[in-house]
């Protein structure tokens, strides 16, 4: 089969589309025929040798953290009424710290566990699916620690990604305000078709000063930082006090940094990644609620940029030149 393969950590260059042996198949996994790979900045940013110590990750690899396809085989113990279905999955083993390792998504067929397939609702692209599997849990957990409400001002930044742009139509459904910060006409263009009231370059000079403008000069009550580095950190002082900042991206290549006495001085609650509310136990999981929020056209995924699986280098180059309004699929 044909796969992409990273030998050694670098730029998009190293990425290689290659044949390989088809993978075996064990107990409890499933072979999946993949029509669409998932490609995230995090596989960028892996690819380059970052956070070895969280993903650590061993050339020779084949990249990857989701994929959409029709199971083709299953293993020992799977149910053979399987095979067949149309099915989005995550890809790689889960790490010692409990993080999955973004490998084995690039690929024309990928083996996952039995466990990590989820239908997709009939009525629903195969390929939007996909593009909620992360993206959807994401975005509705970010809805959970914003409380989102009627009344409340809400920044995103980063508001065209994956899980901004989700976020921009959960934060409009319940009722906020949304003001989209995102870099360039085409972005900004986009932000306010997903439902931004207001939206702000931050390609620009002063643009934090004028997300205050646009409050009246109060604040946003909650900012979603998607962006992370300088740009999050200007995102911090737009919060009004007593509001919140969510930290939980670094598109630009690092989450940006808030020392807590800051916070404190200015009375705004910061949570960063690992304080984002997971699922609620007991209630419908969260992709599912994306998949149904996406059936009844209530969410709607959009996908930027679709490319064939041997142009993997030029996906993640678009990614790094943030040119993608937008998802990142891959093709085989």
């Keep these: 089969m044909r796969a992409i393969r990273v030998d050694r950590f670098g730029g998009p260059e190293v990425l290689v589309a290659r044949e390989v042996p088809d993978p075996e198949i064990g107990p409890g996994t499933v072979e999946i025929a993949v029509e669409a790979a998932n490609v995230m900045y995090l596989e960028v940013l892996v690819r380059s040798g970052w956070g070895l110590d969280y993903f650590p990750v061993v050339p020779p690899y084949t990249p990857g953290t989701g994929v959409a396809g029709t199971v083709a085989r299953v293993g020992a113990d799977v149910d053979p009424a399987w095979i067949g279905a149309r099915v989005v999955a995550d890809t790689g083993e889960p790490n010692e710290a409990g ?111 004028r997300v205050r403008e646009l409050t009246g000069g109060t604040g946003v009550d909650t900012a979603l930082d998607g962006a992370g580095s300088s740009l999050g950190e200007a995102a911090f002082t737009t919060v009004a006090e007593g509001g919140r900042f969510i930290n939980y991206g670094s598109a630009g290549g690092r989450f940006a940094e808030i020392e807590p006495a800051r916070a404190r001085e200015h009375k705004v609650r910061v949570f960063g990644l690992f304080d984002i509310k997971s699922e609620v136990e007991g209630e419908v999981d969260d992709l599912t609620r994306a998949l149904d929020l996406a059936g009844s056209g209530e969410l709607a995924p959009h996908i930027g940029l679709t490319l064939p699986l041997e142009e993997a280098g030029e996906a993640h180059r678009a990614l790094e030149e943030r040119r993608v309004l937008g998802k990142v699929l891959l093709t085989p």
């Design 99 to 209: 993080a999955k390792l973004p490998v084995g998504g690039y690929a024309e067929r990928a083996v996952v566990r039995a466990g990590d397939l989820v239908r997709v609702p009939e009525g629903i692209d195969p390929r939007h699916a996909l593009a909620l599997l992360h993206d959807g849990p994401t975005a509705l957990a970010l809805a959970r620690t914003a409380e989102y409400r009627a009344g409340q001002t809400v920044l995103v930044t980063a508001a065209t990604g994956g899980a901004g742009s989700l976020s921009v139509q959960l934060a409009r459904r319940a009722g906020a305000r949304v003001i989209a910060a995102a870099r360039g006409a085409a972005k900004l263009d986009l932000a306010r078709r997903l439902g931004a009231h207001e939206v702000v370059d931050y390609s620009l000079p002063g643009w934090a000063d």
